[in-house]
């Protein structure tokens, strides 16, 4: 676990009393205030994605930088062999993890949203 997981879990804390709060706020008739609690709610999670955003934005260019380092390049040629070659396939699925815009909730996990895969070309 780790510090991001724990802010995670803070935030959801903190996001079901502010509901809780606001619901109770609309149930009592004091409308002004179920508003106000949500609009501070509102700027706090605007403030959470794009802190998660950038954390993640920043480690995918850190690894970018890191891989770049190491003279691979982003983009190259490949030719093969007939010893090389297998019979084409569909692919329905791959190893990596869940890539979309809800691992913008966990900070840091939102990498591959910028770090894209390196592309071959074949000839």
């Not at 954390?55 to 190259?76: D, P």
């Amino acid at each position: 676990m780790t510090i991001f997981d724990l802010i995670f879990l803070a935030a959801l804390l903190a996001s079901a009393i502010a509901l809780s709060l606001a619901a109770s706020a609309a149930l009592r008739g004091r409308g002004a205030g179920a508003v106000r609690v949500l609009s501070v709610y509102g700027v706090c999670v605007a403030l959470y994605v794009a802190s998660s955003l950038a954390v993640a934005y920043l480690r995918a260019r850190s690894a970018s930088a890191r891989h770049s380092s190491r003279g691979a390049s982003t983009t190259g040629a490949c030719k093969f062999s007939d010893g090389d070659v297998h019979a084409l396939g569909l692919i329905t699925g791959h190893p990596a993890p869940y890539c979309g815009w809800l691992t913008v909730l966990f900070i840091g996990e939102a990498t591959c949203l910028f770090d894209r895969p390196e592309m071959i070309r074949i000839e």
